[in-house]
């Protein structure tokens, strides 16, 4: 019966480790999609709303499995935002546009780089709060 517990909270395990990938993941696509909403006009909300996003799944990540989950979270979520950056699609179009004549304003022209560099400084604070804020008190 020991044996079977054992193995059930290995599965229990993978399965957290897993989970906090395809919610980096995820948050990574739906953040690139929607970051550079809003940012031809005075207030870039999809800016933020992608970036409270990314920093919500870090404290998911955080509280489950520690420092590392946050490390996990990191690399699947910047991995796939800078792949989504740097390779263009299959028609040509890339999904986060940096540094065009044609932007106007400053959040226009910058929501490319706050994005992408925005997403990891976020992740590296959620990585340097205090322990005792994610320890179970009993």
């Known amino acids: ?50 970036l409270l996003l990314i920093f919500i799944v870090s404290l998911l990540a955080r509280r489950d499995k520690k420092i590392a989950g946050v490390g996990v979270c990191l690399v699947f979520s910047s991995a796939l935002a800078w792949i989504l950056a740097l390779f263009p699609g ?17 959040f226009s022209a910058s929501a490319g780089y706050i994005w992408l560099f925005g997403l990891i400084v976020v992740q590296v604070i959620t990585a340097l709060l205090p322990r005792k804020w994610f320890s179970e008190k009993k």
Do not use: E, Y
């Open 1 to 50: 019966m020991a044996r079977q517990t054992g193995q059930g909270n290995q599965v229990k395990s993978v399965l957290a480790w897993v989970r906090i990938a395809l919610f980096a993941l995820f948050s990574a696509l739906l953040g690139t999609m929607i970051s550079r909403d809003g940012a031809d006009g005075p207030f870039p909300w999809g800016l933020l709303i992608s």
């Open 90 to 106: 299959a028609g040509g179009s890339i999904l986060v546009p940096i540094a065009s004549p044609a932007f106007t304003t400053f």
